[in-house]
């Protein structure tokens, strides 16, 4: 490799957080890098490689956000298990170990100044590599503040997903994860106390974790935010309870929070009004997950995977201030992606421990179809920002009050979801929901709620139907015909109709079966108004 390589993908943005500087972190010629974040001393860790680098062949340097002082640490072979999800790349807060997934990276006497570098085995609980229910025994892994602890999500064949947290310890040729517990819920229904045969919900625990957050004590993850799509939630690892992250009514994932907690970088369909399905869930309603949670994976290949191959569009990122986020439905933040639209946001993204610069990377869209794609690592820099004190550690609790563990969970982990198929859901003043259910457990799904006059707060009162149905093979449908009367008035009167994974799972506005279109109609919630042919291709 040879000198590093000038930087011209400099760019100055005015923003409500004052000034936004966006930088490709430069690299040595020949380095071709594959993910990259920051490390708690404040430089990079880079995965690369080079171009008569062999398949499986691994490459980490450490290197500051400027390009200066790269060095290479590691070089060689990182076998990975059939069911593991790649490489990751999850550093400890001791600045000399990084968790890969399947193994962790020890460098002495610490990561910049590596004199020796050792890949310790990781090995997980339950047996999970060998369970024929288990599709990737980890999809996403987080470690706490404390350095004691780590939770990941589990995929499961049956297309659930389950989260656990353990305490990793080190013995001597590898890492145990000790009191292994299982911290997600397997569905929201639960029965109703005071009706024999009908059901209440809860928040629905769990989802692909992201980030130790609140000092350890808590865990930023993709999840239930209350709304019909997907959102960022906090889940506390003290009590059993959600807080929504981000509130848009369309398709919000990731969020990374800054060391201080007042800002995020959120992975989101919301600056790219040409994908975003946002007339899913513009409209509130009570419980709308019952229809729409199957429908997670078609929009995450439509909004996400599709925009990184072919379709036009961004998934952001979007720098947030965390309490807004938090507290006014519809805000939507500052975009960071891509001016020229030709690069697409990809994980992981990551925060510089001084607060003011956030990290993440971005692919040249439709590269990787033939072989490895084209990545670069980005930085935003918040020169005008004054961040708060870093949120101190705390040590992150080993087993939460709603955790699963012992006998328990491995019955849970040796039985597949069981989907509740019909029941009502009274409101709590007034009227109830009807719904069916049914799943194959392999992706072939079929969903129906009619709501009669719910109503919770006797003021915001909902009529109508909405259903999906649909699998990865055929595609999915979704139709809503439902009204609001209340405080602000609202309706949908929509159908979508996806087509399956091998057609690139695209919007389809031919004619149906029916003589109608195949996608038609609109959502309103107040003055406010999504039409699903905004997002004709």
Not at 298 to 319: E, K, S, T
Request: include cysteine; charge should be negative; aromatic fraction near 8%.
């Amino acid at each position: 490799m040879t000198e590093t390589a000038v930087d011209t993908d400099t760019e100055t943005r005015d923003s409500p957080f004052g000034r936004v500087e966006l930088t490709t972190v430069p690299l040595p010629d020949g380095a071709r890098a594959s993910s990259a974040t920051y490390l708690p001393s404040g430089e990079v860790f880079v995965l690369f490689h080079c171009a008569d680098d062999p398949e499986g062949w691994f490459r980490i340097a450490v290197v500051g956000d400027d390009g200066a002082r790269f060095r290479e640490i590691f070089s060689g072979s990182i076998p990975q298990s059939p069911t593991a999800n790649g490489i990751r790349h999850m550093p400890f807060s001791d600045s000399r170990r990084v968790l890969l997934g399947d193994y962790v990276l020890e460098a002495t006497p610490d990561l910049r100044t590596a004199t020796t570098v050792e890949l310790v085995p990781v090995e997980y609980p339950w047996r999970l590599t060998s369970d024929p229910l288990t599709s990737h025994h980890w999809s996403e892994i987080i470690v706490s503040p404390d350095d004691r602890h780590i939770a990941w999500t589990i995929l499961r064949t049956d297309m659930s997903a389950i989260v656990a947290l353990g305490r990793l310890e080190r013995g001597a040729d590898r890492y145990t994860i000790e009191e292994p517990v299982i911290i997600s819920s397997s569905d929201p229904l639960v029965p109703d106390p005071e009706r024999d045969g009908w059901f209440t919900m809860r928040p629905m625990l769990g989802g692909e974790v992201k980030q130790f957050v609140r000092g350890g004590s808590a865990i930023s993850a993709v999840g239930d935010g209350g709304g019909a799509l997907t959102d960022s939630v906090i889940q506390s690892l003290t009590e059993e309870r959600i807080e929504p992250i981000t509130r848009t009514p369309g398709y919000d994932e990731t969020t990374i929070l800054s060391p201080d907690e007042r800002l995020g970088i959120v992975m989101t369909s919301r600056a790219s009004r040409g994908t975003d399905p946002r007339f899913l869930g513009l409209l509130p309603r009570p419980h709308a997950q019952l229809v729409t949670m199957d429908l997670a994976w078609v929009l995450y290949v439509y909004a996400v995977d599709g925009v990184r191959r072919f379709r036009p569009g961004n998934i952001g990122p979007v720098l947030i201030d965390a309490e807004r986020s938090k507290a006014e439905p519809g805000y939507e933040g500052f975009p960071l992606n891509s001016a020229d639209g030709s690069w697409v946001y990809v994980s992981p993204m990551s925060w510089h421990p001084d607060g003011t610069r956030a990290m993440w990377m971005e692919q040249r869209r439709g590269s990787g179809e033939q072989g490895r794609p084209d990545l670069r690592i980005r930085v935003a820099r918040l020169p005008e920002h004054a961040p708060g004190p870093t949120v101190p550690a705390v040590a992150t609790p080993p087993v939460p009050p709603y955790a699963i563990g012992g006998e328990e969970a491995r019955e849970r982990l040796r039985r597949r979801i069981d989907v509740v198929p019909a029941g009502r859901i009274a409101g709590a003043h007034s009227g109830h929901i009807e719904f069916q259910r049914s799943s194959d457990g392999q992706g072939t799904w079929s969903a129906t709620s009619r709501y009669v006059g719910f109503s919770d707060d006797g003021r915001n009162v909902y009529d109508g139907v909405e259903r999906s149905s649909g699998s990865m093979a055929t595609g999915a449908v979704y139709e809503a015909d439902v009204v609001l009367v209340g405080d602000v008035s609202g309706e949908m009167h929509l159908r979508a109709t996806w087509s399956g994974l091998n057609e690139g799972t695209r919007l389809q506005f031919g004619t149906a079966e029916d003589g109608r279109p195949q996608s038609f109609g609109f959502a309103r919630f107040g003055d406010t108004v999504a039409r699903v042919d905004e997002l004709v291709e």
